[in-house]
């Protein structure tokens, strides 16, 4: 039974996962690849329909943190404390420097997810090493 549920969540989180994707990537290159740049109300639509997939995926993903057993939970919320300690401490250390001067160029705000991205699948992976 337990493992049913947790397939479930787990189909469901794959599912807002990849439509919150598709909206982003419709935000984000429809405006000059399938409407007119100009059309402001095409892009806020877009916009808004990312924005509120993404508050489906934020649901789906509790839920399926909350259908997993209490080991991979901890493996789970150990992962996202890691991430979510290096997002802010490298996000408001960038602020710092670019507010400063120090740095050259303007790094791309998309460098900072992917970070996070790399630092969570690391992470979850060191915690199922360490609880075998």
Known sequence: MQALKEIKATTWLAFWTLAWVATLALAKF???????????GAS????AVNFIVGIGWILAFTRFLRVLDELQRKIMQDALAVTLGVGWVVGFAYVVVDA?????RDVDVAVLP???????????????????
């Open 114 to 132: 992917a970070l996070m991205g790399v630092v969570f699948v690391i992470a979850f992976a060191v915690g199922k090493i360490r609880y075998r």
């Open 100 to 104: 400063g001067d120090l740095v050259a």
């Open 44 to 47: 806020w639509a877009a916009v």
């Open 30 to 40: 429809g405006p000059r690849l399938l409407w007119n740049p100009q059309q402001w």
